[in-house]
């Protein structure tokens, strides 16, 4: 069965450092999707992104963060200067658009855990 | 704009005994709702989904779930329960995006 997959699956870094999280997402699907969940806590929207542009964002997904899908196979998520605060799994997600098919249902990734140090 | 509301952050029972966790919805639109389980240090996973149709909807484990429109709920249920249901059970509403609930989650007790 297709599914969406996550590198890596954990990462340290320092704070200040630039990480990207990276995902490929199911063939054929068309929208993809950045959550975050900080330990303990619910899972929150990050960004959507549809047609190399992003559709949606969130509060949270301020100036530190970005999106894009450098070819044809690859999401990522960059966050340029990394804060204590951004120490959280994030979560990649693809949704099938597909007339006949799209139910609103997003597949997830396993989850990028990000430690922030 | 759609929330979603779970009721109750955590939620015990013993081994066998009925499982109800509870989920209300705001919509201005027919609503999808899901209910997706965490299983500690894992990824979300689908128990089950309502589009349209049946209003009483069947998922993985033995679990299912059923969309009463005049009560904006979308309650998740299990007649027992097993030590390996032990989770995070998160309701979710979809309007492009999915939006979750707080998270419930569920100890079972030997």
């Known amino acids: 069965e297709p599914e969406v997959t996550q590198t890596p699956s954990h990462q340290v870094t320092q704070m200040g450092q630039e990480v990207i999280l990276r995902c490929v997402p199911i063939s054929n699907h068309l929208y993809f999707y950045w959550y975050r969940q900080i330990l303990g806590q619910k899972v929150e929207f990050l960004v959507s992104f549809y047609n190399n542009e992003i559709s949606e964002k969130s509060e949270i997904f301020d100036d530190q963060f970005s999106v894009e899908r450098p070819d044809g196979s690859n999401f990522t998520l960059k966050i340029r200067s990394t804060k204590l605060e951004d120490s959280a799994m994030y979560f990649c997600a693809s949704r099938d658009t597909r007339t006949g098919t799209n139910t609103g249902e997003l597949f997830f990734g396993e989850g990028s855990r990000l430690t922030v140090l | 704009a759609q929330s979603v509301t779970q009721l109750g952050s955590h939620v015990s029972v013993s081994e066998g005994a009925l499982v109800l966790l509870r989920c209300n919805y705001s919509s201005s639109v027919p609503p999808y709702l899901f209910w997706y389980v965490q299983y500690p240090n894992q990824g979300l996973q689908l128990l089950l989904k309502y589009t349209t149709g049946a209003t009483l909807v069947k998922g993985i484990n033995g679990f299912e779930a059923e969309f009463k429109k005049s009560e904006t709920s979308f309650h998740l249920t299990k007649p027992s329960a097993h030590m390996s249901d032990a989770a995070e059970y998160f309701c979710?509403?979809?309007?492009?995006?999915?939006?979750f609930g707080q998270g419930t989650e569920l100890s079972v007790k030997p």
């Open positions: 979710a509403v979809s309007g492009g995006k999915l939006i």
